[in-house]
């Protein structure tokens, strides 16, 4: 009986030394894509505590990291599809302590190496989204038709919402401050390469009070249709209020 309860005890210990499945809970999160890796901050808890860091690719370890945000993320994985929504499971093969950095306060940060990403889901990432837009392209007859009505003005009557921006379609880096905005991808083109529409001015106007802003047209939103903009928050503040989360307007470009 000694006997077996030493081997007990000695596989626990080896177990717990060398954990295969690692998790990291990471609230009020930040993330940023930087250098071939996801820069993630904010109140990180760790479930194992045995878990230690990844030195090669091969190890295997697999880590699960829990994202919850206030705002809601947007951030694009290794083959270019972009993920949103403010809460997010990342899988990885990779594990790391997280880490403390400057004016960090209770907050630390970790960076996930994204060739080592297995499977990236938000609660934004839903098959519905994808199916309504494909029964909008059907209607594309119609709305050529109004658009050319309205050609006089050069505008639209849509809606307006607002996202996190981070690197943006057009290459650049942005952040919440920005006064920028994104388009679709009817009106911006091909992914693959950057729009003629990068760096264009556009007034958007709220029907419901009068209130405009100018922003800069430096993303592509995949889930808009042709009428839809996509407001950074800081331009979004200049017109509505957040809670009301969409704004029926009037845009166009100048």
């Given at each position: 009986m000694?006997?077996e309860?030493?081997l007990?005890?000695?596989?626990c210990?080896i177990?717990?030394?060398?954990a295969?499945?690692?998790s ?7 993330l940023?894509?930087s250098?071939?890796?996801?820069r993630?901050?904010g109140?990180?808890s760790t479930?194992?505590h045995?878990c230690q860091?990844?030195a090669k ?11 919850i945000s206030?705002n809601s993320l ?7 599809t ?7 499971t ?13 004016h960090s306060g209770k ?8 060739h080592l ?7 934004k990432?839903?098959?519905?989204r ?8 059907k209607t594309?007859k119609k709305?050529t038709k109004?658009?050319?009505k ?6 639209y009557n849509?809606?307006?919402?607002f996202f ?13 401050n920005d ?5 679709s991808?009817?009106l911006?083109g091909?992914y ?7 760096g264009k001015k556009?007034?958007?106007?709220n029907?419901?009070?009068g209130k405009s802003?100018?922003v800069t ?11 839809h903009i ?6 979004f ?6 809670k ?5 307007v009037?845009?166009?470009f100048?």
């Open positions: 000694k006997l309860y030493v007990a005890i000695f596989l210990i177990n717990l030394t060398y295969k499945k690692c990291l809970h990471i609230e009020k999160s930040k940023k894509t250098g071939g890796q996801f993630i901050r109140r990180i479930e194992d045995h860091p990844t690719d091969d190890i295997d370890i697999t880590t699960t990291i829990q994202l206030k947007s951030f694009k994985d290794a083959k270019g972009k993920h949103s929504g403010k809460k997010c990342i899988v990885a093969s990779w594990y790391s302590d997280p880490n403390t950095f400057r907050k630390k940060e970790v960076y996930v190496p994204i990403v297995k499977s990236i889901v938000c609660n990432d839903t098959k519905t994808h199916t309504k837009t494909t029964k909008k392209s594309n709305t109004k658009t050319t309205k050609a006089s003005f050069n505008g849509g809606k307006a919402t996190t921006p981070n690197q943006g379609a057009c290459g650049e880096w942005n952040d919440n006064m920028i905005a994104a388009l991808g009817e911006y091909s693959s390469k950057k729009s003629n529409v990068c556009v007034l958007v106007t029907k419901a009070n802003v100018k047209i430096m993303d592509a939103c995949e889930s808009c249709d042709k009428t996509d407001l950074s928050p800081a331009a503040g200049k017109i509505g209020k957040f009301t989360g969409v704004l029926n009037e845009w166009h100048i």
